[in-house]
């Protein structure tokens, strides 16, 4: 016994040593990346002359969270994560309440999460809670779950799908301006013509895979950014789109102030814009719900499983007389058809759109939610949304901060480096996303959870 305890206190006292040395070495490298982007810092003074501010407090908290935090991984994640993974590799048979029911109780949530707000904050406090945080997430988890159709399910990397977006949006803002055609009669159309250019990109890239595919697409949305830019006779160039028509409920109550039939007058309510807000939330709940049915309807059908064979490994697929073609098209297209949808509710939601809107970063930022919360996951995509977006956009809240690091911080700034940081987190966590695990479309006479250990790398 005392052979064991002093060869487990060693082992302890080797680890305790090793996390001291990387957390050194972690905070020595943050000194040197960051001490000429934070450390210092460029102003100018009223005779228009460079000035050159130290921040060395700041630059002190940023090795500090360095240091700190490869100690903790070293000396306490990392060996939690081993014993996990360890656990992990064993299939669970018994699952508890909350995650055999985790979707119901999320939708309900969600059903409620406006009502509950205007509670809290009232009315018009109740404004930013469901526009910033509950749309602003929901449109994400709409285009993650459109994308992942393209990329979890039939593992085709595309880095241009906010072409699709932006398609639906000036498809909605453009007809509806020149023919006064409704919401409910565009909103379809929008995802058809999504499809069809879906389609045409499809065509150009039938033979292509991996990172060939990837420069193409992504090649793609660039050309249609562009083409937004310089067709200014219909697109207004970079001027945008605006005054948009709002979207009524069925035709039968309208949003506009000096409409007959407007939803305040119609039932009493004092005039509130949240009312039109609370609409739209339950309107892109609805699209995304829809979009998460018949994406696993899909996967249960023979396309869904062609996509996986597809995504597994193409030549197999082959051999086994899967037409390729139709299926890389289908994914392409029905995957092309959400993006539409979602790009003429955002045209509805905002009011305006322009090309600035749909750059590349939209791209990278909804395919990282797919990586991050696990390929062909739902849940796990629709939770790597609320962290990474929700996250963000509370940054815009944390003004205490301003009280540490001074008076002309502002957290919004660096969204997209705290959004960098917590996706390498994240990856080295979780490598195959959020949700690790998932139920296979087929299985014979049982069916069972697949640890992601069992899974081929990224694809859990």
């Known amino acids: ?29 943050a000194l040197g990346l960051f001490v000429l982007f934070v450390g210092l810092e460029t102003t100018q003074n009223i ?148 499809a069809f250019w879906g389609m045409i990109l499809g065509f150009p890239v039938l033979r292509l895979k991996g990172d060939y595919l990837a420069i193409v697409t992504l090649a793609f949305g660039e050309i249609i950014r562009l083409v937004l830019i310089n067709w200014t006779e219909v697109t207004k160039g970079t001027f945008g789109v605006s005054g948009i028509p709002k979207a009524s409920i069925f035709g039968i109550w309208s949003f506009d102030v000096s409409a007959p039939n407007n939803f305040a007058k119609a039932f009493g309510l004092p005039m509130s814009s949240a009312y039109y807000k609370i609409f739209l939330f339950y309107l892109i709940l609805a699209l995304a719900l829809l979009t998460a049915y018949v994406t696993i309807r899909l996967r249960r059908m023979p396309i869904g499983r062609a996509w996986e064979a597809l995504r597994e490994d193409e030549i197999a697929c082959r051999s086994l007389g899967i037409n390729t073609v139709t299926t890389k098209l289908t994914a392409f297209s029905i995957g092309a058809m ?64 301003k009280a540490v690091f001074g008076p002309d911080f502002t957290p919004e700034l660096y969204r997209m480096l705290i959004f960098g940081l917590a996706m390498v987190v994240v990856m080295v966590w979780k490598p195959r996303g959020f ?14 959870s697949v640890s992601g250990s069992f899974t081929k790398e990224g694809h859990g």
């Open 47 to 194: 005779r228009n002359e460079l000035v050159l501010n130290q921040r060395w407090g700041l630059l002190a908290i940023f090795v500090i969270i360095a240091a700190v935090g490869r100690f903790l991984t070293v000396a306490y994640f990392q060996p939690s994560m081993a014993a996990r993974k360890a656990a992990a590799s064993k299939v669970d048979t018994e699952e508890s309440f909350f995650k055999r029911n985790f979707s119901k109780i999320a939708i309900a949530a969600l059903l409620i999460y406006p009502p509950l707000m205007v509670m809290l904050f009232g009315v018009q406090g109740s404004l930013k809670w469901v526009d910033n945080f509950g749309i602003q997430i929901l449109i994400y988890v709409m285009l993650a779950w459109g994308l992942n159709i393209v990329v979890g399910l039939a593992g085709l990397l595309d880095l241009g799908y906010v072409a699709f977006y932006a398609v639906g949006a000036y498809s909605y803002a453009l007809l509806s301006q020149q023919f006064g055609f409704s919401f409910w009669v565009l909103l379809p159309l929008a995802g058809i013509l999504a």
């Open 338 to 401: 959400f993006g539409g949808f979602a790009g003429s509710f955002f045209a509805v939601r905002q009011g305006f759109v322009s090309p600035e809107s749909f750059v590349f970063l939209e791209s990278a930022i909804i395919l990282a939610i797919v990586v991050l919360g696990g390929m062909g996951s739902l849940v796990g995509i629709a939770v790597a949304a609320v962290v990474m977006v929700g996250g963000t956009e509370l940054l815009r809240e944390m003004t205490f901060l």
């Open 1 to 29: 016994m005392s052979n064991i305890s002093n060869t487990n206190e060693s082992a302890g006292g080797n680890l305790t040593a090793r996390a001291l040395r990387e957390g050194i070495f972690a905070g020595i490298i």
């Open 435 to 448: 949700v690790g695990s998932r139920e296979p479309t087929a299985f014979l006479r049982e069916r069972k």
